[in-house]
């Protein structure tokens, strides 16, 4: 079955740090991937998508079909990073979205 | 543009009763999704609707989950005889026809006593 795996569900780092949020996939297909985050009491809003290749708030991910892998990056944390974040995969390339179980990243001063 | 709304943004139930979840998507957006969180879990895909037309419903549970999304009004997800285990947050995503990303509500947080 199609899977998303996100390993780490809280993950802490100082500010200033790099920060990586792993995401591994299982599609035999080429994926399109996602991810989404979630700050405090707010909604659950697209922070970028492979296909993109955009760097959104200072984020970058890069598509590993060797490995299966799209990790989330950022050089130097801030501390408005701090929020869910969840990878997500259409399922077998149809609309619905498969997620990881999100990664809650909490960047201590 | 508001968004994807969603109503109630929490829902408190007795076992038993129903509960009606409410979806009206992003203006322009004529596909609807709803998502379930369940404690501690990612989000898992429920169902997948257009107007009148219900084109992917794989992740409904068999059993008292139904959902539409009429001509006109917004889509309801609704669960009758709620249980204890019904209890999660229930999230509505919309979008263009056949086109990512969706965009999602707030979510409705539902409780059942």
């Known amino acids: 079955a199609q899977r998303v795996t996100q390993p780490e569900k809280l993950l802490s780092v100082f500010k200033g740090a790099p920060v990586e949020l792993k995401c591994n996939y299982s599609?035999?297909?080429?994926?399109?991937l996602f991810w989404y985050v979630q700050y405090s009491r707010q909604r659950l809003q697209l922070l970028l998508r492979h296909i993109s290749r955009e760097s959104i708030k200072g984020f970058t991910a890069d598509l590993n079909k060797g490995e299966t892998s799209f990790h989330l990056k950022k050089p130097f944390a801030q501390e408005e990073d701090s929020a869910m974040y969840y990878c997500?995969?259409?399922?077998?390339?149809?609309?619905?979205?498969?997620f990881g179980q999100g990664t809650r990243l909490t960047i201590n001063p | 543009n508001a968004g994807v709304m969603q109503n109630p943004r929490h829902l408190v139930r007795r076992r038993g009763q129903e509960a009606r979840l409410r979806c009206s998507p992003m203006?322009?957006?004529?596909?609807v999704y709803w998502y379930r969180q369940l404690p501690e879990e990612g989000l898992k895909f429920m169902v997948y609707?257009?107007?009148?037309?219900?084109?992917?419903e794989s992740g409904m549970p068999k059993e008292r989950f139904s959902a539409e999304f009429p001509k006109e009004g917004p889509s309801i997800l609704r669960i009758q005889q709620v249980v204890r285990g019904d209890s999660a947050a229930y999230f509505c995503?919309?979008?263009?026809?056949?086109?990512?990303?969706?965009?999602f509500g707030d979510g409705t947080r539902l409780s059942i006593l």
């Open positions: 599609y035999s297909g080429s994926p399109e």
């Open positions: 995503a919309s979008s263009p026809p056949a086109e990512q990303p969706q965009h």
């Open positions: 203006k322009g957006h004529s596909h």
């Open positions: 997500a995969l259409p399922h077998e390339g149809a609309q619905k979205l498969v």
């Open positions: 609707l257009q107007k009148e037309n219900i084109i992917d």
